[in-house]
């Protein structure tokens, strides 16, 4: 079946505009998450989605990031006034269900969108 | 607040067994420990979990000592197309994965 797509794949804008980073989950999958990934390092946690609301948003780094999931299942992370710093891979993926105690739900990731900040 | 430490990079020859030990001294009693691996350009890719002793499936092994304070991944035979980013993973007290650096893996041939 089909995995996680995200879109675009490549993202270049100009400091200080505004950007949208698109993500389809898994069909059925109820949880959603985005991450941002600099070179050399793992991913960073941003937020989570269960369903249409963000069940944890502690890891977006200030109020320049948003992100929604209006309808429980495309989600789309918003970037205001880009800074150079903001320049990462955006990885989204989903689960089947939420996060449980232990951590045994297995994430699927999509490919990522790489943003560029000139 | 759980975390896990492991080696940034490993070497290995084709047709090899790479074990890749992971510690996390500090994991919880309903914790899982959790192995993706990523190559580069694209999303991580779960490869195993477990709780204790061992794990086995098509393409990895994961043994888990009684006391739980480390784990080691076990690829078999290993093939250049091994050569990836593997991360070992628990969870924070909100059950979201802790991701660190994880351990670049090089496959020679």
């Known amino acids: 079946g089909a995995g996680v797509s995200q879109t675009p794949s490549n993202k270049v804008t100009e400091k200080g505009k505004y950007v949208e980073l698109r993500c389809d989950p898994i069909s059925g999958h109820t949880a959603l998450y985005w991450y941002r990934q600099s070179l050399g390092q793992g991913p960073e946690f941003l937020i989570y989605f269960q369903g249409t609301g963000a069940a944890d948003d502690s890891g977006l780094p200030n109020d320049r990031f948003f992100a929604v999931r209006p309808e429980g299942s495309v989600s789309t992370l918003k970037i205001q006034r880009t800074e150079r710093g903001d320049s990462a891979v955006y990885l989204c993926a989903s689960s089947l269900r939420a996060p449980v105690a232990g951590g045994t739900d297995t994430q699927y990731f999509g490919p990522g969108t790489r943003l560029t900040v000139l | 607040l759980a975390k896990t430490t492991q080696p940034i990079s490993m070497d290995s020859y084709e047709g090899q067994e790479v074990n890749i030990t992971c510690s996390h001294n500090?994991?919880?009693?309903?914790?899982?420990i959790t192995w993706y691996q990523q190559f580069p350009s694209q999303g991580p890719r779960f490869i195993i979990q477990g709780y204790k002793t061992k794990v086995t499936n098509e393409v990895a092994s994961l043994f888990i000592p009684a006391d739980r304070k480390s784990s080691t991944l076990s690829l078999p035979r290993v093939s250049l197309s091994d050569t990836a980013v593997y991360y070992c993973l628990v969870a924070n007290s909100n059950y979201q994965l802790i991701w660190g650096a994880g351990t670049k893996l090089i496959i020679k041939p």
């Open positions: 500090n994991i919880a009693t309903n914790d899982y």
